[in-house]
């Protein structure tokens, strides 16, 4: 664990750095973006070890899925499309001040933090840090100490691959994270809990640190007047529980709760345990189905199944026969019906396999009920009524929507990801995170042909009759 004086000199080294070269060419950036795309792609295997070994379980399959692929392609993105990045981007001029030119310069800010959670560790260190080294940044990342397996393979790797002045991965506990988060970053990117953001963004004010928080809460999944035997409600069971069951619910945008019309909760839970029983038949010893992070979390998660069969909620068994292991931290899918809006479950972020679901009577109570809540990081909804899609994207507002699937918004690298409200602030992916993470230079160059000298003192009738029209 590296003490904060020490954490001290290798912000201090990465920022002297960055100041000796203030905008580094292409050609550095992108042998910096090969790289880290060297170090997912030589060292695979050991990533899905370490990561396995962290969380009890977790598939390779589900480690290279969510974690190396997308890893690699905002990598492979930011290469294939830097050079349009960087270059200068023309504005047009007003009227009253050509032939002059106006252009945006992107530069790098500098020093950047980034503070990567534990639920994808790879995947969440590399896809920022993408964003940070196309831009032009050197960076310092803090891993989560939830998953130390996976965080001294990082910083182990780190310093194979890059020089300590470009790229510093550090461990630590929550007293290293403090003193991270107080470093006088030139920007901070934090990826994490909503409370844990606030004292992210309280650290950085005192520096005038710009942040970037990406948090989470409860996303919804919405289920629009579908027959409940069509093909198209089917599907959409389907891909909610798949996207709930991904890392066993332990993911930011995974589908929160349900809504659904009155009268097809039956036939919803019908369809998942068919499905989720093709997904991961035996359960109990199925190798793609992760286990919850640590005994903390699978505590919670029990805690508040039980909270909720108190208050007189039904608990369906969505893996039916499935058992509940604490030792391993396995925790079986599960659906929770009339569960109170004052249940922990329904007012906190569930992180877990427990999903509950909510009756609605009509698309427009479903919307109400989505917005008398926090403003949620993603959104689902699931229709073949494009009047329907569109009244539900106009009338919400979310970080992110993804239309008859779940998850998939993030995986677009052409899109912005960024939260709104209490689910975050800012966006990165793609060239979204290449402007998180650049100066916006506004450049104006004045031509020597220029009426700039008629407004110039001393006052008189000329200037008048200038402004007069100017204000026209």
């Known amino acids: 664990m590296p003490h904060p004086d020490s954490l001290a000199d290798r912000f201090a080294r990465l920022q002297a750095a960055a100041r000796g070269e203030p905008n580094p060419p292409r050609a550095v950036r992108e042998r910096r973006l090969q790289a880290l795309g060297r170090l997912l792609l030589d060292n695979e295997q050991a990533i899905a070890d370490a990561v396995r070994r962290d969380f009890g379980h977790r598939s390779p399959a589900e480690t290279r899925l969510l974690e190396i692929f997308p890893s690699h392609e905002a990598v492979r993105h930011a290469r294939r499309h830097l050079r349009r990045w960087m ?95 107080a470093l006088p970053f030139d920007h901070l990117l934090f990826t994490g809990s909503t409370a844990v953001g606030r004292q992210v963004m309280r650290a950085a004010a005192d520096n005038l640190t710009p942040v970037t928080l990406e948090l989470g809460g409860k996303s919804p999944a919405i289920i629009g007047p579908l027959p409940p035997g069509s093909p198209a409600f089917v599907r959409a069971v389907e891909r909610i529980v798949i996207g709930k069951c991904l890392n066993a619910g332990q993911t930011c945008i995974a589908p929160d709760y349900v809504l659904l019309p009155a009268g097809q909760e039956e036939a919803f839970v019908q369809h998942a345990q068919r499905i989720l029983g093709r997904c991961y038949p035996d359960i109990d010893r199925n190798a793609d189905y992760s286990a919850i992070v640590d005994q903390r979390q699978y505590a919670r998660l029990t805690a508040w199944v039980d909270e909720a069969r108190t208050a007189g909620a039904t608990i369906v068994d969505l893996l039916p026969g499935a058992v509940a292991d604490p030792v391993r931290r396995h925790l079986p899918p599960l659906a929770l019906l009339d569960a109170g809006d004052g249940l922990r479950v329904m007012q906190e972020e569930i992180f877990g396999p427990l999903l509950p679901i909510i009756a609605y009577r009509d698309l427009e109570q479903a919307i109400r009920y989505v917005n008398q809540r926090p403003r949620p990081l993603a959104l689902y909804y699931f229709d073949g009524d494009r009047s329907n899609i569109e009244r539900v994207l ?3 507002v979310s970080g992110g929507v993804t239309v008859n699937d779940t998850i998939l918004h993030i995986a677009q690298e052409e899109l912005p990801f960024g939260g709104v409200g209490p689910s975050g602030m800012g966006c990165y992916h793609g060239f979204a995170g290449f402007e998180t993470f650049s100066v916006r230079k506004a450049v104006f160059r004045q031509s020597r042909l220029s009426a700039i000298g008629l407004f110039k003192p001393p006052y008189g009738a000329l200037f008048d009759r200038l402004t007069r029209i100017l204000l026209r």
């Open 87 to 181: 270059r200068p981007q023309a504005r047009p001029v007003s009227l009253w001040f050509q032939p002059g030119r106006a252009e945006v310069r992107h530069q790098p800010l500098g020093a950047v933090g980034i503070i990567v959670p534990w639920n994808y560790p790879i995947f969440l260190a590399a896809a920022p840090l993408a964003a940070a080294l196309a831009a032009g940044n050197r960076a310092l990342v803090k891993m989560s100490e939830i998953t130390p397996a996976t965080a001294a393979l990082f910083a182990e790797l780190a310093g194979r691959y890059f020089a300590d002045d470009e790229l510093s991965v550090v461990e630590g506990d929550v007293t290293v994270a403090r003193a991270f988060a």
């Open 394 to 396: 106009d009338a919400t």
